[in-house]
């Protein structure tokens, strides 16, 4: 920082992109430790060794994250094989949430589901014996 006329200026920090065209860039493009650096959040520019090390440690996570994905669908396969837990019901959407349904609502033995309206599906008692 600079002491310019009784106030202070931070340096300025610049990036010459390998793309120029700013339009190409998104989102996640430019690692965060190197955004970091650019906004002043750090002091010193992140080295190669630090970028390697930060991007398997996410790759690592995204694997762990998968592994557990993948054994909480097995456990719950599992407890519907077994009865411990009721398989979820099926709702059918019928129309696109925008619009507004026209005509006679048809009373479905299925759930059904449009915009902001919930159709319950239809229940009829068992005759007495």
Avoid: C
Wanted: proline share 7%.
């Amino acid at each position: 920082m600079q002491l310019t006329a009784g106030r202070l200026v931070r340096a300025k920090r610049m990036v010459v992109a390998a793309n120029p065209n700013e339009y190409e860039y998104i989102e996640g493009s430019i690692p965060m430790e190197w955004d970091a650096w650019i906004r002043g959040r750090r002091k010193e520019p992140p080295s190669v060794e630090e970028l390697l090390k930060n991007d398997s440690y996410r790759e690592h996570i995204k694997l762990k994250a998968k592994e557990v994905d993948e054994k909480e669908l097995a456990l719950q396969a599992k407890e519907y094989e077994e009865g411990l837990v009721a398989t979820p019901a099926k709702t059918v959407a019928k129309g696109h949430a925008a619009t507004t349904s026209f005509g006679k609502q048809e009373i479905s033995e299925d759930p059904t589901s449009t915009a902001n309206t919930f159709q319950p599906g239809s229940w009829m008692p068992n005759p007495k014996k």
